[in-house]
Nanobody, 117 residues
Framework: QEQLVESGGGLVPPGGSLRLSCSASTKFFSLYLFGWYRRPPNRPHEWLASVSSADVGAVETHYADAVEGRFTISRDDDKKTVSLQMDSLKLEDTATYYC???????WGQGTQVTVSE
């Protein structure tokens, strides 16, 4: 059974940075499209970024407008990890952040990010 485990969340001041990691047990990890999502307090999940498989061509990344230019998604197929570098964090980035295999539908358990003075 596939498992995704996020780490790297924490408390950071506005303008700060965090790097989230998602460690996967996925068989044939390199074949899959992965994404990062978040759920702010009392709001639904929102998609943030996705990274495609290199096995089907050049790796492509896509971002939601809210994080474009501030967040960077990447993957390491040898280590079976997907990362999200978050820079210039804002108060409104406070949320629980989740990793997802966008093809199998498997979610991680989430990691909390709090941006506060």
């Amino acid at each position: 059974q596939e498992q995704l485990v996020e780490s790297g969340g924490g408390l950071v001041p506005p303008g700060g940075s965090l790097r989230l990691s998602c460690s996967a047990s996925t068989k044939f990890f390199s074949l899959y499209l992965f994404g990062w999502y978040r759920r702010p307090p009392n709001r639904p999940h929102e998609w943030l970024a996705s990274v495609s498989s290199a096995d089907v061509g050049a790796v492509e990344t896509h971002y939601a407008d809210a994080v474009e230019g501030r967040f960077t998604i990447s993957r390491d197929d040898d280590k079976k990890t997907v990362s999200l570098q978050m820079d210039s964090l804002k108060l409104e980035d406070t949320a629980t952040y989740y990793c997802k295999n966008m093809e199998s539908g498997t979610w991680g358990q989430g990691t909390q990010v709090t941006v506060s003075e």
